[in-house]
């Protein structure tokens, strides 16, 4: 597993994000609300803030991607997931949560609301062709290879 280096400004009084267990791949990160509790009835979303600021080399982004037990527990959810920072933004970090459950949930400054996964990409060269190579899926789409 590779290790980076990544610069990061916390504005909250939380904690950096850190990985539960040795072999996680995502860092819990938490909500930085100062002026209080967010509620979200059923359906509702509300951008979460996190006070947090970070300068990713190039070539990275970060991955924001929901909470398991939250999802299950409580049906809450990102809607954009995953959602990407990129490596050229510097702004808060904010966490577009919903609320996919049938009752409401308070999200408190300090709650583990969300993973953040630090992802190397690539970038695409496009090769026009008006053709591409056979393979044994071809254009088998949903569902093709059976129910079971």
């Given at each position: 597993m590779d290790r980076i280096e990544?610069?990061?400004v916390n504005d909250s009084n939380n904690p950096l994000p850190e990985y539960e267990t040795f072999e996680a791949a995502g860092m819990d990160v938490r909500a930085w609300l100062p002026d209080g509790p967010v509620t979200l009835k059923p359906l509702e979303r509300a951008l979460i803030p996190t006070g947090l600021r970070i300068q990713l080399p190039s070539g990275y982004e970060c991955q924001i991607r929901p909470r398991s037990g939250l999802a299950l527990r409580?049906?809450?959810?990102i809607v954009n997931t995953p959602g990407t920072v990129d490596a050229d933004f510097r702004g808060d970090i904010g966490i577009i949560l919903i609320n996919l459950g049938s009752e409401d949930f308070t999200v408190n400054s300090g709650d583990r609301i969300c993973q953040m996964v630090i992802k190397q990409y690539s970038h695409v060269k496009w090769e026009p062709v008006r053709k591409l190579d056979e393979t044994k899926r071809g254009e088998g789409a949903f569902g093709h290879t059976g129910e079971n």
């Open positions: 990544i610069k990061v409580h049906g809450i959810s």
